[in-house]
């Protein structure tokens, strides 16, 4: 009990004093400016770059006309580490004083210390049971979580109020078990044509390429293998609910182009990498962009307040520590005052309706991946990373908009085990399987996607490339890329 009582203390101060390094270093972000690299404001959006270096290069000029604050008044270091990225305010910093422990183990209640597992429990239990954010809030049902505050665990050591059944009484309880059950309709069980990643189904097939099962570790809960299927099954029927218009360029904007497109969204690639959110925040990102220009004509020089405002949605969403709102107004050069972003915020949140869940690439690849590599193999990092590149390499180019984020992701994984051995043919029954794509439905995306693989050399947006030509990505933007694509390589063996 002695070690848990100094435990508690020591998680007390650091707790204190995170709080107050969180306080004390938000007042720094708009005093002080210590020397190092920032990652500079888009400013105003064009069509013309200038500067050299890879900090530069895509930025756009800023027009005489319309001048915001510069993008290099001020050279100011962000990183992630910090406490101000993080949410760093804690409510109730010091946690009650310890009671012995014959108090805790015997008698526990509300005035003794609470063990871990009543923290957790009480944490825990505060949220809904059901939560659904495929609905808006206009359509979704309304509902009540109700709470028994003086639930206590002393109630559990209570002996329950049980009901005895006389005798007498068995045979009418037997009636209408009967009754019911006569009443019940259950159908007889049939097979689900859609649904064929069952295991059954996969030990009917004959064929000379054996189908792996990729859903055969029940060890893992991560891997959801039980219901993976049925959640990839309704992945691929709500994507195309959540998709942008293929053609929001030509028939909703006038200010802005797709080239401006690829500027914000190469820029949003750096910020991800300045403050390490995860990869779905960006893809969610983008998606959310996309979503927003395809019903809202927009202004080149608010296109990257809709950008961070998209970001800050995304990273509620998919993060754990968020970056503050103070911190999108800053990695923006102040170019944009906190109730602008907050704004914006509320003006996407209320045309999306709130529906923030959508299918991304990224989604579909952690299963494709795993159907590439097979369960019986090593797992293959470097075809992991290969195909996360050529994915985010999708997002810069407006025409991939007409490709299904599950067509975009099969087709990463072609082309990256092509890239990786050009030998070997990159298809085979397992993908086509998990996929439900066969190689000739990829022609038309894997060949688009190859372009830029073999261009991303020489394209003036080069965050993508530099983020995937580092060690922790096995540096597969440097891997060579073949000039074609065998035809062959798109037809079924079989045929």
């Known amino acids: 009990m002695a070690s848990t009582s100094g435990a508690r203390r020591s998680t007390t101060s650091s707790l204190a004093k995170r709080h107050a390094s969180a306080s004390e270093n938000l007042g720094k972000v708009a005093s002080s400016a210590p020397a190092g690299k ?105 509902f009540s979580v109700s709470m028994d505050e003086s639930m206590s665990t002393c109630d559990s050591l209570k002996s329950p109020e049980v009901e005895y059944m006389d005798t007498n009484e068995i045979a009418a309880v037997d009636s209408i078990e009967r009754k019911a059950s006569n009443m019940l309709c259950i159908s007889e069980h049939e097979e689900i044509s859609g649904n064929i990643c069952k295991r059954d189904v996969l030990a009917t097939i004959e064929s000379d390429d054996k189908i792996i099962d990729v859903d055969d570790n029940l060890d893992d809960p991560q891997l959801c293998p039980t219901i993976a299927c049925d959640i990839y099954k309704h992945l691929r029927a709500s994507e195309a609910k959540k998709r942008p218009a293929t053609n929001f360029m030509e028939r909703v904007q006038k ?85 602008e972003v907050l704004q914006m915020e509320s003006a996407v949140l209320n045309y999306l309706k709130f529906e923030m869940t959508a299918p991304t690439p990224k989604c579909f690849l952690r299963r494709f991946v795993r159907a590439a590599q097979g369960v019986n193999e090593a797992p293959l990092l470097q075809l992991e990373c290969m195909a996360n590149y050529i994915a985010e390499l999708s997002l810069l180019e407006y025409s991939m908009l007409c490709f299904a984020p599950s067509l975009i992701a099969a087709s990463s994984i072609f082309l990256a085990k092509f890239i990786l051995v050009p030998s070997k043919r990159p298809w085979n029954s397992t993908l086509q399987h998990y996929t439900l794509y066969q190689s000739r439905d990829l022609r038309n995306c894997v060949l688009a996607l190859h372009g ?15 983020k995937y030509s580092q060690h922790k990505y096995k540096f597969v933007a440097k891997k060579y890329c073949p000039p074609s694509v065998p035809p062959e390589y798109f037809h079924d063996e079989s045929s």
């Open 452 to 466: 830029l693989c073999c261009n991303s050399h020489n394209s003036s947006l080069p965050a993508i490339r530099e």
């Open 255 to 339: 200010d802005i182009n797709a080239s401006m497109r690829a500027i914000l969204i190469d820029w949003l690639v750096e910020v991800a990498e300045e403050y390490r959110l995860v990869p779905d925040t960006l893809y969610l990102t983008v998606n959310y962009i996309d979503r927003y220009l395809s019903g809202n004509v927009m202004d080149r020089q608010r296109l990257q307040l809709l950008g961070v405002a998209c970001m800050m949605i995304a990273s509620k969403y998919e993060e754990i520590c968020v970056p503050q709102v103070e911190e999108f107004c800053y990695i923006t050069d102040n170019t944009y005052f906190k109730d």
């Open 38 to 142: 920032k990652r500079p404001a888009l400013a105003n959006i064009t069509n013309q770059r200038h500067g050299s270096g890879p900090l530069n290069s895509g930025r756009a000029s800023v027009p005489e006309s319309s001048k915001i604050v510069p993008c290099s008044a001020k050279i100011v270091s962000i990183k992630k580490g910090s406490s101000t990225s993080m949410n760093a305010s804690f409510s109730g910093a010091t946690l009650p004083p310890t009671s012995s422990a014959k108090q805790s183990m015997v008698v526990p209640s509300r005035a003794t210390s609470h063990t871990k597992s009543d923290v957790v429990y009480s944490k825990t239990s505060a949220a809904p049971d059901s939560f659904s954010m495929d609905k808006s809030p206009d359509k979704s049902d309304s």
